[in-house]
């Protein structure tokens, strides 16, 4: 497979939810990943773009939501970037805590870090967080 690079550039709507979901898969199967590997970049990408459009940018249409994947014969590599005001990772609640297991959000991050094999925070210089996530073709 040679190398290939989709961007999407959406807005800050649940409905972009699906609409990054929708490409992953066909960006999935062109990769010729499994149907196991699809299952969790599929919960990856949703979990990414709802943290972008729900916390990110709040729903403020506004701003967009910048969705990149980089797939390979190696790896699938996506980016997802918002244009919010960020957030401090060791800050976000352990899911798996006791006290926090019946909370019906923040499990998102723990299910990006499950079913990819890297995910990565930091800040985009001109604002927004970008998380990186990596699924290796075995």
Do not use: C, Y
């Amino acid at each position: 497979m040679t190398e290939e690079t989709t961007e999407l550039v959406l807005p800050s709507r649940i409905e972009s939810i699906a609409q990054a979901a929708d490409e992953a898969a066909k960006v999935v199967r062109r990769a010729g990943l499994s149907s196991d590997a699809a299952f969790g970049v599929d919960m990856a990408v949703r979990e990414a773009v709802t943290n972008a459009v729900l916390h990110g940018n709040r729903q403020d249409e506004t701003k967009t939501v910048e969705v990149e994947f980089r797939s390979s014969s190696r790896q699938l590599v996506i980016i997802v970037r918002d244009q919010g005001a960020g957030f401090d990772l060791d800050e976000i609640a352990d899911p798996t805590d006791a006290q926090n297991l019946l909370k019906t959000s923040g499990r998102g991050i723990l299910f990006m870090r499950t079913f990819m094999d890297e995910v990565e925070w930091s800040q985009h210089p001109e604002g927004g967080t970008v998380v990186r996530m990596t699924k290796k073709n075995n």
